[in-house]
């Protein structure tokens, strides 16, 4: 569908942020834009919003206010963004890291965790170095260890969509499709 199309419509009781969730290099920020663009939504980039916020980069607020003060940020951005009106948001991938945040999704927000094999992502964030997790670290190992972690709390999200290798094309369509599936168990 070209991306001047009219919003899709799915039964959704009411018009909530749908909160893209996942590890670095899913395609939370693409598949969000394009998702955004087919349900008539703004789209927001919770770390492009921290940066702004911030005035530097991550990877500068890494080096010089250490991950615990970028997490406190985004946590506060979170909140601004979920209480805010509803957009389709493409969070961090630490971001469910913080229960306030987690609550808030669960408040005002569809979550989708957006799933792809851990070797694909690896090799979609290793050809780039601009990731403060994976700085002089072996990708496929730091997203193992992220995994464990993450995975959890990341299955707490409402959908489970797993974007695999296909296009940001296909994984948007996919996710439309469980939303839909989502807006009509929802609206029973």
């Not at 990877?59 to 909140?79: L, S």
């Amino acid at each position: 569908m070209p991306s001047d199309a009219p919003p899709d419509s799915f039964p959704l009781p009411s018009v909530r942020t749908i909160a893209l969730v996942g590890l670095m290099g899913v395609g939370k920020s693409t598949v969000g834009r394009r998702l955004a663009t087919r349900l008539g939504l703004p789209f927001a980039d919770g770390d492009h919003v921290i940066e702004e916020a911030a005035g530097m980069t991550i990877n500068e607020i890494f080096a010089t206010r250490g991950e615990g003060e970028f997490r406190a940020g985004e946590a506060r951005v979170m909140r601004r963004l979920l209480e805010g009106p509803p957009i389709v948001l493409a969070t961090g991938g630490g971001a469910v890291l913080n229960a306030e945040t987690r609550a808030l999704m669960k408040q005002h927000a569809v979550s989708v965790w957006m799933k792809a094999d851990l070797k694909i992502i690896a090799d979609r964030v290793g050809r780039r170095d601009t990731r403060p997790l994976l700085r002089n670290r072996d990708p496929l190992t730091t997203l193992r260890e992220l995994a464990k972690v993450r995975y959890p709390i990341y299955g707490e999200a409402d959908l489970t969509v797993d974007v695999g290798s296909g296009s940001h094309a296909q994984g948007v369509e996919v996710i439309l499709k469980e939303l839909r599936r989502f807006g009509r168990q929802e609206s029973k």
